[in-house]
């Protein structure tokens, strides 16, 4: 009785690991070649769905014996999920990494901190500038002492 759910839902259990690494895959730098493994992975899954509904929908059970031919189905799934990992492992080997897209991003990133630093290097002279304007030598202030006094020095 179990063989009868066993097949389809294993079967089905594959394409969802199918559709799930595609699904992943998608989302990768090479997401577009994973479209069309998404919708063949569909495809693929919608007759074992049905299959599993009306196996498990079935009013009386039906019957039990079942040939190799049976196990079509599940050969094919772990044939196309396989295919999916090679095909991953294929385009990782064979499509580098975009290199204008990465040099541009290096340059963006290299600009960001090289404006930062000028930045700090700005605020850093204002604030000496600042120090400076505070402590600057102020005119001399006459009337402070006696003459006198400043007569003494201007006879030396």
């Not at 992975?41 to 299959?51: S, Y």
């Not at 498990?56 to 044939?79: E, G, H, M, V």
Request: glycine fraction near 4%.
């Amino acid at each position: 009785m179990v063989e009868i759910y066993l097949l389809p839902l294993a079967c089905l259990l594959l394409n969802f690991l199918a559709f799930a690494a595609c699904l992943r895959f998608l989302f990768s730098r090479q997401g577009l070649y994973w479209i069309i493994p998404l919708a063949l992975t569909l495809f693929m899954a919608w007759p074992h769905a049905l299959t599993l509904y009306t196996v498990a929908s079935a009013a009386k059970a039906p019957p039990s014996s079942w040939a190799y031919l049976d196990l079509q189905p599940l050969l094919l799934s772990l044939l196309w999920y396989a295919m999916i990992v090679t095909f991953h492992y294929a385009l990782k080997k064979t499509i580098r990494v975009n290199l204008y897209a990465e040099g541009v991003k290096k340059n963006l990133h290299e600009a960001r901190y090289l404006a930062s630093g000028d930045e700090a290097e700005r605020l850093r002279r204002d604030r000496r500038w600042r120090t400076h304007l505070a402590n600057r030598a102020v005119p001399a202030r006459l009337g402070l002492y006696p003459s006198g006094w400043t007569d003494l020095f201007d006879e030396a």
